[in-house]
């Protein structure tokens, strides 16, 4: 038996499953989970965070590039995120927040509301890029 995925989005795509559940061998796994992020979703956080490292600076203060504000976008999403002191009590680092590739479509939906209420808060141009790639992800919502 080979690998089998389904999406449960109708009663008969949940029975293809349970019937497939039910025929599997010993010792196959069953995992449910949510819809991982999209295409769309992926194809913008760059134009996005690329739109926000060129046009704020953090508290007035920080010009940060597109890594960083990821970095602080999912960080600010993430309850568990830990902030420490560097290891010469300098600074302090931030723990990352959580990582974009295992996000799942809501989690990465929040991520992106969350860039896009930033920067419109903070007067961002949002580029073509960033535009063009939100109505296509708007759509396939």
């Not at 490292?53 to 999912?74: C, G, M, N, P, S």
């Amino acid at each position: 038996m080979e690998k089998q995925t389904y999406r449960l989005v109708h009663d008969l795509a949940r029975a293809r499953a349970a019937q497939a559940v039910l025929a599997a061998p010993d010792r196959y796994i069953v995992t449910i989970s949510p819809e991982r992020r999209t295409e769309e979703q992926n194809r913008l956080l760059w134009p996005l965070l690329r739109d926000v490292a060129t046009q704020i600076r953090l508290h007035d203060e920080y010009l940060l590039t597109e890594h960083e504000w990821k970095d602080v976008f999912t960080a600010s999403l993430d309850k568990e995120t830990k902030v420490v002191p560097n290891l010469d009590r300098s600074g302090f680092i931030i723990l990352r927040g959580k990582s974009t590739s295992r996000m799942n479509k809501k989690d990465f939906s929040s991520l992106i509301e969350l860039i896009y209420a930033y920067g419109s808060e903070h007067l961002v141009t949002w580029s073509t890029d960033a535009t063009s790639i939100y109505n296509d992800y708007r759509r396939a919502a």
